[in-house]
Nanobody, 115 residues
Framework: QVQLVESGGGLVQPGGSLRLSCVAS????????MGWYRQAPGKQREFVAH???????AYADSVKGRFTISGDNAGNTAYLQMDNMKPEDTAVYYC?????????WGQGTQVTVSS
């Protein structure tokens, strides 16, 4: 099993910034990617970004140029720097660790963008 601990959510004004952190621990096999997903009220969970241990990244079109994901070489930490935030970024953000044996989810952290 892999346990994920997320932190960094909160309330921010439009145009502001937040940084989310996620740390994975446990013995769930080799982690091949760490990612962030989000789910807004009444909507399905959607992909935001992911990073691999070698530093490769991918982003949803809606966050490209505003969000930056990073991780460590061990592949068990992921950070999501969110800049120029918009009200439509409001959601519960979930960290996901993708391992060879399967995927693991964090408990989620609320991010609210509002004036």
């Amino acid at each position: 099993q892999v346990q994920l601990v997320e932190s960094g959510g909160g309330l921010v004004q439009p145009g502001g910034s937040l940084r989310l952190s996620c740390v994975a621990s446990g013995n769930g096999g080799k982690i091949i990617a760490m990612g962030w997903y989000r789910q807004a009220p009444g909507k399905q969970r959607e992909f935001v970004a992911h990073v691999t241990p070698d530093g490769s990244t991918a982003y949803a079109d809606s966050v490209k140029g505003r969000f930056t994901i990073s991780g460590d070489n061990a592949g068990n930490t992921a950070y999501l720097q969110m800049d120029n935030m918009k009200p439509e970024d409001t959601a519960v953000y979930y960290c996901k660790a993708t391992a060879v044996v399967g995927g693991y989810w964090g408990q989620g952290t609320q991010v609210t963008v509002s004036s």
